[in-house]
């Protein structure tokens, strides 16, 4: 019998020998064991009738009565190896009862995939050693954006890079976009949607990417991106952290996203960016229902925005100053743009004028707010254009592609109208 007994049982069984010798009194006794007078007198009485099995505890070997039934826990552990193999415990249970129908708790689905072996756990975190802040108090006091490249369609579609926008106060997403790569316009077109829908913020908080800062050795300190420009004119404040740790929300936003949005789509069908960000406004909703806190102060300190929406397009884009030639033509980006007039012309040329590069591809020409006519005739490039860190994987890649299928000469090219016995002897000539 006392291998069966516990540690606490095993004490108990000696107080009460004490008790019985009158060593000690009731009230030592209900203290020493943590139980009441009256417990005691019970104890006491169940243990001069059936000795040391009087004080075993009944419950021991009995099924729990809040186990699962057995039919609950195999139709749960399918489910979960069929459909949810690699899901966390918290966003598996989730999906057992919204699609299912399957109300476990968040631990017994953790035993469940931990005894299947879908999961294994994890070691305690260590101490962070960076001070929390305090989040700011209104909802739209500071915006904290980014940009996660990652294999969002696992494989299903191209590798693309997901712009977050989320706010400090209440951990609310406001925006979220696929794009090809972390791009100025990008950026733009994002910030465009979250001034539609919430207002304008109050501050931007980013990394030191080169959308947002100069970072080059000896620029002048007064110099700014496009972005920063474009922000500045909309009486937004930038501001850069110094570390990845500094902008933490959006970090931890980033993760949980890699994990979650990454689960729902592939469940959803989802496989390329036109397709998921015309479903990412639901997820928003969700996950804002989920995860959003309410803010210290319930104000909101976005501001409308004053002007029209072609105004706001117009200063969410790339703006480039040139000076006209004499025929009223200038080179941009390998494409010469002639302005089209039906007068002489005389007062365009020389003229100050500014390329506007929008988000959706389309160019503008603005002569002293006024829009110029053009057209455009592309020109060889000569020079690749440069790119960053972020960029140089998907350059490559493109690379590759063009590798594995070949080159093909164009379809004027002077070989395709040679005659086949010159382009052998040109062929042999060449080898000799």
Known sequence: MGELMSQKEVNRAQVLDMLKEDKISQQEASKRMGVSTRQVRR???????????????????RTSNRRLDEA??????????THYRDFGPTLANEKLAELHGIQLSIESTRQLMIGAGYWRTKKGGTVCAHPMRERRARFGELIQVDGSPHDWFEGRGDCCTLLVFIDDATGRLTQLRFTPTETTLGYMRVLRDHIRAHGVPVALYSDRHSVFCINAKGADPEAETQFARAARELGIECIAANSPQAKGRVERANQTLQDRLVKEMRLAGINDMDGANAWLPGYIADYNRRFAVVPKDTCDAHLAYPGTPDELV??????VTRTLSKNLSRQYENQLLQVETTGTGLGLRGAKVTVHEHFDGRKELLWKKRK??????????????????????ARVDKAMARRDTGHKPAQNHPWRNMPIGKVANDVRCATL
């Open 314 to 319: 117009r200063t969410l884009s790339i703006q």
């Open 43 to 61: 104890l006491a009485k169940r243990h001069q009738a059936e000795g040391l099995g009087g004080l075993v505890s009944k419950k021991r070997g």
């Open 372 to 393: 110029l006519t053009y057209s455009v005739m592309d020109k060889p490039r000569r020079q690749a254009p440069i790119a960053d860190s972020k960029t140089v994987n």
């Open 72 to 81: 609950t826990r195999t139709t749960a552990i399918e489910l979960i190896g």
